[in-house]
């Protein structure tokens, strides 16, 4: 191990004079023959189990002295769960996965490895789109979600992942709307003529990332823009003519259409009402769409194929542009993490991001990042919304990858879901949030 590896945290400066975290070495330590626990940290959601199983299976044909545990804690806590431990400078994890937001925050406290040089040595990074690996790793980010070659790296893609479109081909047809537009009229009319079914069924929770991304998807399909990043600017970007169209239609045109009291609902909500046959039309990330498929759980048949004949998946519809929400995390590993276990880190993401095992962790219902994985039979065929998000990857935009993005989701949450509750007039909570997020940056001094 280098000197900087097991420093403990301490963090450095980069050229730019940032803070950072320590370097990871770039070849792997020699690993140790003792049994050894290497741990997770991430939200309670079915991936989280699957990585534990499939890593445990597979991962200990190469490490038998390893066990892989994911902890776990409720997504509205990830976040605190995580950078409280961080805070403290000691942390009960080896490695945190990470919404891609949370990096800067990561990174200017020195609370993971820059691992830079090992994925140099390590990884083939030509395997992935730039985008992917950018989102999921890289660290200041030019231009949010843009590959940086001299940018430095603290992490590497576990889970990729975006919206699916979820709708009934027996109430709306076969084919999927083309726009937004004809989306809400097909819910609209499917909602007419199905009583006891609703049109859409959508995150509206104050919790997380769930209003936040509902509205931000709406706005980069009307031409919207979260904020000028070059500038830092917020404040009249947002809220623009196609920010203020973008939540016009949210609250006046979609809200309508969803189930009273789902001004809280989040992924499982939404499964729920698809499972239960009353929502026309539903959006949610394809990670955690797997569920809809067991009839077990479902009301729509008696078997999987009973339940394919009702339900499809599809890309999201355009509208002024073609963009779609990125979602997905990466794993980074604690600077705090103790050297046997940081060697056993730096080889299990060796291991994980080979395609051959990318490849077996599509066919065990993971959303890989590798290119060739996403195109393999291994993942195209493993569930009928895979192809959803192979196709997606190129349409994929992130939020700001800024310390600030707690802050700024905290804010954004708030102020959509009250408009979704008739709360708050929704232009209203349009300009609170550009307002109040533009005070955060102005406020924070950072990049």
């Known amino acids: 191990m280098t000197l900087a590896a097991c420093s403990g945290g301490a963090e450095g400066d980069d050229d730019n004079g940032e803070a950072q975290g320590p370097a990871a ?58 950078f409280t431990q961080f805070a403290a400078r000691q942390t009960d994890f080896d490695i945190a996965v990470l919404d891609s937001q949370h990096i800067g925050e990561a990174v200017t406290n020195g609370n993971i490895l820059d691992i830079t040089d090992f994925i140099n040595e390590n990884i083939e990074t030509d395997a992935y789109d730039p985008y992917l690996l950018a989102a999921y790793g890289q660290y200041p980010q030019a231009e949010t979600g843009q590959r940086d070659e001299n940018a430095r790296l603290y992490g590497l893609p576990l889970l990729g992942d975006t919206w699916t479109m979820i709708y009934r081909k027996d109430l709306i047809g076969e084919e999927p709307p083309e726009t937004w537009d004809d989306m809400i009229e097909a819910a609209r009319q499917c909602q007419e003529e199905n009583p006891g079914v609703y049109g859409l069924a959508f995150h509206q929770a104050n919790g997380s990332d769930a209003a936040a991304v509902t509205y931000n998807t709406v706005n980069a399909l009307y031409g919207g823009n979260l904020w000028i990043q070059e500038e830092r600017k917020i404040e009249g970007v947002i809220n623009d003519e ?36 009353t929502a026309c039309i539903a959006f ?38 073609d963009l779609v929400p990125l979602g997905g995390m990466g794993m980074h590993i604690s600077a705090y993490a103790p050297e046997d276990r940081v060697a056993e880190a730096l080889n299990f993401m060796r291991w994980f991001e080979q395609e051959e095992i990318q490849k077996k962790w599509a066919a065990a219902g993971g959303v890989p990042s590798r290119t060739d994985a996403l195109n393999s039979p291994e993942f195209l065929e493993a569930g009928p919304f895979n192809q959803v998000y192979t196709d997606s990857v190129s349409r994929q935009r992130d939020m700001w990858n800024v310390p600030e993005y707690a802050r700024l989701i905290d804010i954004e949450n708030t102020n959509v879901n009250a408009a979704l509750n008739g709360a708050k007039d929704p232009q209203t909570a349009l300009d609170d949030i550009a307002r109040e997020q533009q005070a955060v940056l102005d406020g924070s001094g950072g990049l």
Do not use: C
């Open 25 to 82: 070495p770039a070849t792997i330590p020699e690993l140790t023959d003792e049994p050894l626990e290497l741990s997770f940290i991430w939200f309670e959601w079915p991936p989280a189990q699957l990585l534990e199983d499939f890593a445990n299976e597979e991962y200990t044909k190469e490490r038998p002295n390893v066990t892989i545990k994911v902890n776990t804690v409720p997504n509205a806590n990830w976040h605190d769960a995580m």
């Open 284 to 321: 949610n990330w394809i990670a955690a769409s797997g569920g809809l498929l067991d009839p077990t759980q479902s009301s729509l048949g008696d078997t999987r194929e009973e339940i394919l004949d009702k339900l499809g998946f599809a890309t999201l519809p355009t509208q002024e542009t």
């Open 242 to 277: 196609a920010g203020r169209k973008a939540m016009d239609v949210l609250v006046n045109e979609m809200k309508p259409l969803t189930a009273p009291g789902s001004g809280n609902w989040f992924l499982d909500e939404v499964n729920a009402a698809v499972s239960q046959g």
